[in-house]
């Protein structure tokens, strides 16, 4: 099993803040994932980023895929309360099981 | 899109004993895999489900202690075998649909188990 390093493993910043975070492995994924958690609830996927290189917005969040597939970021344009959470990338493994990282639990303070 | 029911939603357990989660899908999938996450923590794969056959266990983790049945397309249970307080967590059961992008995983509201 390949394994995803994902930092910083926690944030608390002010409303209208930026803060990226990081998914990095030695191995090559077929494709990348981001998903939110809210407390009692399961992982609800973000987005899913396929092609090295590959830049992917969604409202305030931009989602990059590195070059050679083992590395990924999101970055939080002006933070909001509402983007409090627990943020987790997961690798794909050719189409079979997800590995995730270790998760990012960001607190954005009004 | 996939939805989950699973149950129940947290229970409080005796060491010693077992308990059964149950995970209902609204439409039949192909890969569907139970999870074990401290809050606040990632998700750790314990096995997948597989319909017709046993179930695939993930290093650490084994069919005594954590039998699964999975008797159909839209329905499996994990039990949790002979707890102890180590076995408290969220359990999360989940399923993915591959198409040629990847895959989304959906996942149920989890089952917060407390042993003492």
């Known amino acids: 099993t390949q394994l995803l390093e994902q930092s910083p493993q926690f944030l608390s910043i002010q409303e209208g803040e930026n803060l990226t975070v990081y998914c990095n492995s030695s191995s090559v994924f077929s494709s990348l994932q981001w998903y939110r958690q809210e407390p009692g609830e399961g992982p609800v996927l973000l987005v899913t980023v396929v092609t090295g290189g590959e830049v992917k917005k969604l409202k305030r969040l931009t989602f990059q895929f590195g070059d050679a597939r083992k590395d990924s970021s999101l970055h939080i344009t002006a933070a909001q309360p509402g983007d409090t959470g627990l943020y987790l990338c997961?690798?794909?493994?050719?189409?079979?099981?997800?590995?995730f990282g270790a998760g990012t639990i960001l607190r954005v303070k009004s | 899109s996939a939805v989950i029911s699973q149950k129940p939603s947290r229970d409080i357990c005796q060491r010693g004993t077992s308990l059964t989660i149950q995970c209902q899908v609204d439409s039949q999938v192909t890969m569907m895999f139970w999870y074990r996450q401290q809050p606040g923590q990632s998700l750790t794969l314990i096995a997948t489900?597989?319909?017709?056959?046993?179930?695939?266990?993930e290093s650490g983790f084994v069919i005594d202690k954590f039998p699964i049945s999975r008797p159909n397309l839209t329905f499996s249970t994990l039990t949790v075998s002979n707890m102890s307080p180590e076995d408290s967590s969220i359990y999360l059961c989940?399923?993915?649909?591959?198409?040629?992008?990847?895959?989304?995983?959906?996942f149920g509201q989890g089952t917060r188990l407390t042993v003492v």
């Open positions: 489900a597989n319909q017709g056959s046993e179930a695939t266990y």
């Open positions: 997961a690798g794909d493994e050719y189409g079979n099981k997800l590995v």
């Open positions: 989940s399923v993915r649909k591959i198409n040629p992008g990847g895959g989304e995983a959906f």
